[in-house]
Nanobody, 117 residues
Framework: QVQLVESGGGLVQAGESLRLSCAGAESVSNIKSMGWYRQAPGKPRVMVAEITSDEPPNYADSVKGRFTISRDNAKNTVSLQMDSLTTDDTAIYYC???????????WGQGTQVIVSS
């Protein structure tokens, strides 16, 4: 059974950087997309960045120019480099991947990012 596992979350100050990583899908073939969503307290889960194998990455407007998503197709891992963090970036960040005949979306358990002012 495949289990996505995030790492790299933590507590930082505004203006600092963090890098999130997601692994666990090494045995999966033909992953259609990889990405990151986040959920702030009291708010719905929203897309942060997503990347497919044949299109440019897609970013939420709020993170464009500050966050960079990358994927390693050989290892089936995805990372999120987060720079110039603000308190608005505080949330639980979830790794997500889509694969299979029915394009099912799989989720990690989430990693907490807290940005203090």
């Amino acid at each position: 059974q495949v289990q996505l596992v995030e790492s790299g979350g933590g507590l930082v100050q505004a203006g600092e950087s963090l890098r999130l990583s997601c692994a666990g899908a090494e045995s999966v073939s033909n992953i259609k997309s990889m990405g990151w969503y986040r959920q702030a307290p009291g708010k719905p889960r929203v897309m942060v960045a997503e990347i497919t194998s044949d299109e440019p990455p897609n970013y939420a407007d709020s993170v464009k120019g500050r966050f960079t998503i990358s994927r390693d197709n050989a290892k089936n891992t995805v990372s999120l480099q987060m720079d110039s963090l603000t308190t608005d970036d505080t949330a639980i960040y979830y790794c997500t991947m889509v694969w299979g005949a029915w394009n099912f979306r799989y989720w990690g358990q989430g990693t907490q990012v807290i940005v203090s002012s």
